[in-house]
């Protein structure tokens, strides 16, 4: 899941810590983003808070695609045309 820290109601980090909490969301793998926060300082403040890695923006897709694949792993050919066949269902 991507998550901005930078959210209208409630502070991104305080987003993580909760998702983290509870037992539902807790597996779930995390990547804070921030256009507006930068820094080591704000980086470990989201690893802290319980994100799985830090973003700045603009984001390079490269980076985003890599950051993703080491939470979920790369995509495997039975797993994309499962996908493929999941969307052409809907």
Do not use: C, H, W, Y
């Amino acid at each position: 899941m991507l998550i901005d820290l930078l959210l209208p109601k409630k502070d991104g980090n305080a987003v993580i810590a909760t998702l983290q909490a509870a037992e539902a969301t807790r597996g779930i793998p995390l990547i804070a983003m921030s256009g507006v926060f930068r820094g080591a300082d704000v980086m470990r403040t989201a690893l802290t808070a319980g994100a799985k890695a830090f973003l700045e923006k603009p984001i390079d897709p490269a980076r985003l695609i890599d950051r993703v694949s080491r939470q979920i792993g790369k995509p495997t050919r039975a797993r994309s045309r499962r996908a493929r066949s999941t969307r052409s269902i809907s």
